[in-house]
């Protein structure tokens, strides 16, 4: 099956059209990390998805694994690109950087 790239929109739907195409290469790990440390697209919200709400399977970012439905997770979702809106295993969102000193 082949899937066009998006020709139109925003520089984010391209650049997760990017990460997309490219998940599960080693270095594109390094790449998501910058985009989830809140530098990028700035203050990066979160809320918990219950159970009950995960009524679809998403792909976590973190590992390029099933979230299966029925299963509790975070989202996330960059202040200054909601576009980029992504669903998380808690643990992965919790091990997707380094802690920083403060």
Not at 65 to 90: E, F, K, N, S, Y
């Amino acid at each position: 099956m082949w899937l066009e790239t998006p020709t139109s929109g925003s520089l984010c739907l391209q650049l997760s059209w990017l990460a997309f195409l490219l998940r599960g290469h080693s270095w594109v790990n390094s790449v998501t990390k910058d985009l989830w440390d809140g530098e990028l697209y700035g203050p990066i919200e979160t809320r918990r998805i219950q159970p009950y709400e995960a009524r679809k399977t998403y792909i976590c970012p973190g590992c390029q694994q099933d979230i299966p439905q029925g299963m509790g997770h975070l989202v996330a979702v960059p202040q200054d690109a909601p576009d980029l809106r992504r669903h998380w295993h808690h643990q992965c969102w919790q091990r997707r950087t380094p802690q920083r000193l403060s």
